[in-house]
Antibody, heavy 117, light 106 residues
Framework: EVQLVESGGGLVQPGGSLRLSCAAS????????MHWVRQAPGKGLVWVSR????????SYADSVKGRFTISRDNAKNTLYLQMNSLRAEDTAVYYC??????????WGQGTLVTVSS | DIQMTQSPSSLSASVGDRVTITCQAS??????LNWYQQKPGKAPKLLIY???NLKTGVPSRFSGSGSGTDFTFTISSLQPEDIATYYC????????FGPGTKVDIK
């Protein structure tokens, strides 16, 4: 069974940093491209970032480009999102998701990031 | 960037009703379109991939159609457990979700 478990969310001040983790199990993590998707409270889903299976290619939404960095450790079956220069508008539940040919067949339960002073 | 629109933004229907949601892309995305269901406090769940393919295990009352810029998602007979928000998502050029359609029981 595909399991994705996010951690690392919490309350951070504007301008601060946070690193999210997503622990994967139940599948061959190194074979899949992985994504981060976020959802602000009461709002819709927004794609954030993607990384290929080897970790050599990444893409970002314009809203986070230059501030967020996606990475992975295939030996540890873990996906990361380093978030710097955080803004109030980054407040959201952050989900990691497994890509399957352009669709998200597996999701974590999400971790809440709140950016506030 | 590809923009996605959905209509309606919300709807209320009776149990057993046929429910239809439309999704429009700002440019041709072929059939690179997926549909998700999200219940409150839960992660989204993939229902339809590549515009019209039902994910294994998803009830057959859910269906999708369309290609190019115009897509349709249908629930043939609305059930109480279908109360959720439904999102379309394109993957022709990076990834974009539609704004969602909230479905309620009348």
């Amino acid at each position: 069974e595909v399991q994705l478990v996010e951690s690392g969310g919490g309350l951070v001040q504007p301008g601060g940093s946070l690193r999210l983790s997503c622990a994967a199990s139940g599948f061959t993590f190194r074979s899949y491209w992985m994504h981060w998707v976020r959802q602000a409270p009461g709002k819709g889903l927004v794609w954030v970032s993607r990384i290929n299976s080897e970790g050599s290619s990444t893409s970002y939404a314009d809203s986070v480009k230059g501030r967020f960095t996606i990475s992975r450790d295939n030996a540890k079956n873990t996906l990361y999102l380093q978030m710097n220069s955080l803004r109030a508008e980054d407040t959201a539940v952050y989900y990691c998701a497994r890509e399957e040919g352009g669709s998200y067949g597996g999701w974590g339960q999400g971790t809440l990031v709140t950016v506030s002073s | 960037d590809i923009q996605m629109t959905q209509s309606p933004s919300s709807l209320s229907a009776s149990v057993g009703d046929r429910v239809t949601i439309t999704c429009q892309a700002s440019q041709d995305i072929s059939n690179y379109l997926n549909w998700y269901q999200q219940k409150p406090g839960k992660a989204p769940k993939l229902l339809i991939y590549d515009a019209s393919n039902l994910k294994t295990g998803v009830p057959s009352r859910f269906s999708g159609s369309g290609s190019g810029t115009d897509f349709t998602f249908t629930i043939s007979s609305l059930q109480p457990e279908d109360i959720a928000t439904y999102y379309c998502q394109q993957y022709d050029n990076l990834f974009t979700f539609g704004p969602g359609t909230k479905v309620d029981i009348k």
